[in-house]
């Protein structure tokens, strides 16, 4: 009965009833008499000749009309058949006034039955049932579909907002369920002292910001900020994607914005949140031959509904995007979108904040701390963490533990960053090579000193890596240096370095082919962007006219000329070979430490960091690498 539908029941039912009522009409409206007659009907019929010849004769004993005088069911006795009393049917004639007076004067028992009404009413049942059943399954099927988006009965709707409405949003979310992000909530939680409290920035002739822009990347908390803005304002909230506005036909989305609009004017002070607004805000007149396509009209029409002539006073419009580039420059203005709130990965102390919301309805183990689940989550974003926590409950639950331990935490944390674990390598060859390839990674990782430290090296597969060295990230200061890049590209081709210094060149592994393209990828930006090799401090290159549906040419023209290109060519190469050479003389000089961490590492299958720095340092020194330790 799950999928029980009413919709199917009727259309099976309509054939079914046209049947039924063919059956109805050749069962109870047939031509008949009424139920009496029926039951005195005689099978043999006279003549009315006949009959006038037994009257006169006197011959009949009774007669019963029926029909209103047209049919008569005469009782008789008939020589023929030694005198026994026979029930006869007679078809009287139209006009026969005179019977009635032969009879009397034959002294002849007679009676009249009058017609009966019951055969004309189920007539009239059997007639108009079945349309009446028919009309009535067809506007119940209607009514149904009218409240369905795209049915027929919504055929003259489609210009319609499909805004989500609510007078007061209960999205069960505040404010103190959002964290991480202080700058952005400060930002809201003025929105909403404007709307309860707008004359504290009256008095002093503050106007009503029309529009907050919140840009920032994925799972930040943009959505999250807006639902919780919903929840605190306590005014009527409108809720509508930016793809919901664009459809096939031209004009609708316009129709929709105005239509929108025009529902929050008369539901004032009120807000509007626009969920992936670069949907219906690209800029105009981009792509091949730009044109007054769809989704320009809609744009067009809520640029005017946002600060045109007739204005929008009360209207609070919260829009969300991670694709800021990309919209229109009318949009961004101050008038449209006077605030713009960048919502950024969270910092350390964030990051704190966001494990803490997230750990209330969890069961962690006293020994995990917080704070050094923060410190090793630099780049998470909040949406990253709250997977993480969720990750670490669900292997709790799998390993049938009672509390979240530091263990489910780091397999949580592997399983976020690099994918679900394999199953671990059993031919011998091929995971010694795989351990060379990943001791390379982390030997030059630990004694190259502007190296970020190494965390980990498993040799238990994770996604496409059949091995992994973990590097512990630092705290992203956004800026790097030239010795951390070329550090880096060292550490990246140490898997290469210690392959072909242990097997030899013809030994070589396709492993390294995606530390080879991030090397490449950093030593051309070092070269063209970041202006870190001999050709000098210039840009070279970059963004390169900007992207075709931004409005570029098909074409890209490089800004420099072939001459240049070939020596783009060869710094990069050239930045590229110091990092392998750096990398081949590091795994040659330490191949003893190499083949003890190796044959560790294919027996307990993954290192600790500082195990093996540890090892590291019995044979050589490690430099001391500074870090920054961020304050909480």
Same mark, same amino acid.
């Given at each position: 009965? =799950? ?101 009397? @004067? ?106 907050? &822009? ?6 930040? *908390? ?30 609708? *989305? ?35 031959? *730009? ?74 183990? +006293? ?56 199953? +671990? ?33 498993? &040799? ?15 705290? @992203? ?7 951390? &890049? ?50 000098? +401090? ?11 549906? &931004? ?33 081949? =003389? ?47």
């Amino acid at each position: 009965m =799950k999928n029980f539908s009413w919709r199917i029941v009727l259309l099976w039912t309509l054939p079914l009833l046209v049947v039924g009522f063919f059956l109805w009409q050749g069962t109870f409206t047939a031509p008949s008499t009424n139920t009496s007659m029926s039951g005195n009907a005689a099978n043999t019929r006279m003549t009315y000749g006949r009959f006038l010849d037994y009257l006169n004769s006197g011959r009949v004993t009774s007669v019963e009309l029926y029909e209103n005088g047209r049919t008569a069911i005469v009782q008789a006795i008939d020589p023929e058949l030694d005198n026994r009393l026979q029930k006869l049917r007679v078809d009287l004639p139209a006009n026969s006034p005179e019977l009635i007076a032969k009879l009397r @004067d034959a002294d002849v028992d007679f009676d009249y039955h009058p017609p009966s009404s019951d055969g004309a009413i189920w007539g009239l049942l059997g007639n108009l049932i079945f349309p009446v059943v028919l009309i009535g399954a067809l506007f119940f099927l209607f009514r149904r579909s009218n409240n369905m988006p795209g049915g027929p009965g919504q055929a003259m709707n489609f210009g319609k907002s499909k805004a989500k409405f609510q007078m007061e949003a209960k999205t069960g979310i505040m404010f103190d369920d959002v964290a991480g992000i202080d700058e952005a909530k400060e930002e809201l939680q003025e929105v909403v002292t404007f709307l309860k409290q707008p004359e504290r920035f009256t008095a002093v002739g503050a106007k009503i910001p029309k529009g907050v &822009l919140l840009v920032g990347p994925p799972g930040t *908390g943009k959505t999250l900020l807006s639902k919780a803005l919903a929840g605190e304002a306590a005014v009527p909230f409108f809720s509508i994607s930016g793809s919901e506005f664009v459809e096939m036909f031209v004009g609708v *989305g316009a129709s929709r914005v105005r239509d929108l609009f025009k529902k929050a004017k008369e539901n004032a002070p009120c807000l509007i949140f626009i969920d992936e607004i670069d949907a219906v805000g690209r800029q105009r007149g981009a792509g091949i031959g *730009g044109g007054n396509d769809e989704r320009e009209q809609t744009l067009n029409q809520l640029l005017t509904e946002m600060d045109g002539f007739e204005g929008n006073t009360g209207i609070i419009i919260i829009a969300a995007t991670n694709r800021a580039d990309v919209l229109d420059s009318a949009l961004m203005r101050p008038g449209r979108f006077d605030r713009q709130v960048m919502v950024d990965n969270p910092d350390i102390k964030g990051r704190l904040e966001i494990l803490e919301v997230h750990s209330r309805n969890k069961k962690i183990a +006293p020994e995990v701390s917080l704070d050094a689940i923060a410190r090793r989550t630099p780049g998470f974003s909040g949406a990253d963490l709250a997977n993480l926590l969720n990750e670490a409950a669900i292997l709790t639950a799998r390993r049938r533990k009672e509390a979240i331990t530091i263990l489910e935490i780091d397999d949580a944390v592997d399983r976020v960053v690099a994918g679900m674990e394999g199953t +671990p390598l059993t031919d011998g060859k091929s995971k010694r090579l795989i351990a060379y390839h990943e001791i390379g990674h982390a030997i030059v990782g630990t004694l190259v000193k502007d190296h970020e430290p190494v965390q980990k090296v498993t &040799l238990i597969p994770r996604g496409q890596a059949q091995g992994l060295t973990w590097f512990t990230p630092n705290e @992203d200061q956004g800026l790097i240096s030239r010795s951390q &890049l070329m550090a880096r590209i060292a550490g990246a081709m140490g898997g290469r370095a210690a392959e072909e210094e242990i097997f030899g060149n013809d030994e070589v592994t396709t492993g390294a082919g995606g530390d080879l393209q991030q090397v490449s990828e950093m030593a051309r930006q070092m070269v063209t962007i970041y202006g870190m090799s001999d050709l000098g +401090p210039i840009a070279l290159g970059g963004q390169q006219g900007g992207e075709v549906f &931004l409005g570029a040419g098909l074409t890209s023209r490089a800004e420099y000329s072939e001459e240049v290109a070939s020596r783009i060519d060869d710094q990069v190469r050239q930045i590229a070979e110091h990092g392998h050479q750096l990398a081949r =003389k590091i795994v040659r000089e330490n191949r003893e430490v190499i083949d003890r961490l190796v044959d560790l590492l294919i027996e307990k299958e993954t290192i600790d960091g500082e195990e093996l720095k540890q090892i590291v340092s019995e044979y050589t020194e490690v430099p001391d690498k500074e870090r920054f330790v961020p304050q909480i």
